[in-house]
């Protein structure tokens, strides 16, 4: 069975510091792995994907994701968070023969002034 | 360009009454999905569909029923309601072959009395 640890339920992170929102992963086969967003009373919106090649991923609003199969994890970062960055996160995976996403329990990233 | 609605957005129904969640994408998508999301839970797959005519269950089915007659629409239907499924219900869409991430609706906020 495959599963998403999302390890912080929040992250505080002052305006124009870097951030990071820690996932990691379990799958059996190759992994698939996304990132998401939500803001409040709205759906998921899509962030970026490591599907294969380079461990760096960039993706939407500045955001990059580095894919590390050793530890198995898929870290979200910004070199500089902004207020309107804060919303609730989520990292998923699927294997690379399914069709199943698996989410995470979300992460909440509060940027404060 | 719709992409993907749901209907209603929010619900209040009584316990033991049958309700239908609707979901209608304008992608022409091959696969739809249906989740829910509950504090400390995450996103959990209820039902997914590969194709019209094609459903398989996901990890949180029991109490849901779903058809796919039409490639657009996905509805997702409670034939009798529970307390327990009091949630906000995501609709979610992605293409086929080589299309990996999956798009999602506004939600539905359904409360059960």
């Known amino acids: 069975a495959q599963s998403v640890a999302q390890p912080e339920d929040q992250v505080n992170v002052a305006e124009g510091n870097p951030l990071t929102v820690k996932c990691t992963y379990s799958v059996s086969g190759n992994p698939y792995l996304f990132w998401y967003v939500q803001y409040p009373n709205r759906g998921l919106q899509f962030l970026l994907k490591?599907?294969?090649?380079?461990?760096l991923v960039k993706g939407s609003y500045g955001f990059e994701a580095e894919f590390n199969k050793s530890q198995t994890s898929f870290h979200l970062k910004k070199p500089s968070a902004l207020v309107s960055d804060s919303a609730l996160y989520f990292c998923?995976?699927?294997?690379?023969?399914?069709?199943?996403?698996?989410f995470g329990t979300g992460t909440q990233l509060k940027v404060e002034l | 360009d719709a992409g993907i609605t749901q209907s209603p957005r929010y619900k209040i129904t009584e316990t033991g009454r049958q309700v239908t969640l609707m979901c209608h994408q304008t992608w022409s998508h091959s696969y739809m999905f249906w989740y829910r999301q509950d504090l400390g839970h995450g996103l959990r797959l209820i039902y997914y569909?590969?194709?019209?005519?094609?459903?398989d269950k996901g990890e949180v089915p029991d109490g849901y029923v779903v058809s796919r007659s039409k490639t657009e629409n996905f509805p997702l239907t409670l034939e009798s309601a529970t307390r327990s499924q009091t949630s906000v219900y995501f609709c979610?869409?992605?293409?086929?072959?080589?299309?990996?991430?999956?798009?999602f609706g506004p939600g539905t906020r359904l409360t059960v009395t």
């Open positions: 979610a869409s992605r293409g086929g072959q080589g299309e990996y991430e999956q798009y």
């Open positions: 490591y599907i294969t090649g380079d461990n």
């Open positions: 569909s590969a194709a019209a005519d094609i459903t």
């Open positions: 998923a995976v699927r294997d690379s023969g399914g069709n199943k996403l698996t």
